[in-house]
């Protein structure tokens, strides 16, 4: 599968914004979707992760309460809506593929997942 992330950009602290990740190349349905993201200097570090069918999640504490996951099978897609954005925030946000037997805490992690889209870079200014 082929992921192609879009959607991020400038927002001043306390805006919103939502990045999408469109698959190509196979099933969207049979795929459980991750979100990560990436800081200079930093590690990769998870965001959220969403089940094939959408029904089950997992987020950070991070972003508890200010970013929402959600998919559109039929149009092969992956949104994370960002809200009450903070600097901090502030990274390259890729999405992430893999399938699996069963959708559980794994998914959290970066080894978890086998494929990988380009990133789109958020910004969040002070």
């Known amino acids: 599968v082929q992921l192609q992330a879009s959607g991020g950009g400038l927002v001043q602290a306390g805006g919103s914004l939502r990045v999408s990740c469109v698959a190509s190349?196979?099933?969207?349905?049979?795929?459980?979707m991750g979100w990560f993201r990436q800081a200079p200097g930093k590690e990769r570090e998870f965001v959220y992760a969403?089940?094939?069918?959408?029904?089950?999640?997992y987020y950070a504490d991070s972003v508890k309460g200010r970013f929402t996951c959600s998919r559109d099978n039929a149009k092969n897609t992956v949104y994370l809506q960002m809200d009450s954005l903070k600097p901090e925030d502030t990274a390259v946000y890729y999405c992430?593929?893999?399938?699996?037997?069963?959708?559980?805490?794994?998914?959290?992690?970066?080894?978890?997942?086998?494929?990988w889209g380009q990133g789109t870079q958020v910004t969040v200014s002070s």
């Open positions: 190349g196979d099933t969207f349905s049979t795929y459980d």
């Open positions: 969403i089940s094939r069918g959408g029904d089950y999640t």
């Open positions: 992430a593929a893999e399938k699996s037997l069963f959708f559980h805490s794994r998914h959290r992690d970066v080894g978890s997942y086998g494929y």
